[in-house]
Nanobody, 124 residues
């Protein structure tokens, strides 16, 4: 089993920054690609960003490109999401996810392990 715990969410004004962290424990050797998803009230969970095992490749949804950066420290079993220039529409619960496979993973069904989520609220 793999456990994921997110931290770093909170309330921030528009234009501000937050950094989310996700620590992975358990059978971490099986957790290759990592991703961040978010879910706003009344909306479906959507892909935000993903990173491959060695961090060589990153992927972002169009709405966060140039503002968010995903990174990872495998030695610490941690993945980060640096969020800059935040907008009210970024308000959501953010979830960290881990896949048992590497490569291009942008759909929720491609991830078998999920964290409990952390709330990000951006005020206007």
């Amino acid at each position: 089993q793999v456990q994921l715990v997110e931290s770093g969410g909170g309330l921030v004004q528009a234009g501000g920054s937050l950094r989310l962290s996700c620590t992975v424990s358990g059978r971490t050797a099986t957790a290759y690609a990592k991703g961040w998803f978010r879910q706003a009230p009344g909306k479906e969970r959507e892909f935000v960003a993903a990173i491959t095992w060695r961090g060589a490749n990153t992927y972002y949804t169009d709405s966060v490109k140039g503002r968010f950066t995903i990174s990872r420290e495998n030695a610490k079993n941690t993945v980060y999401l640096q969020m800059n220039s935040l907008k009210p529409e970024d308000t959501a619960v953010y979830y960290c996810a881990a896949s048992s496979y590497d490569g291009y993973r942008t759909h929720a069904y491609e991830y078998g392990y999920w964290g409990q989520g952390t709330q990000v609220t951006v005020s206007s």
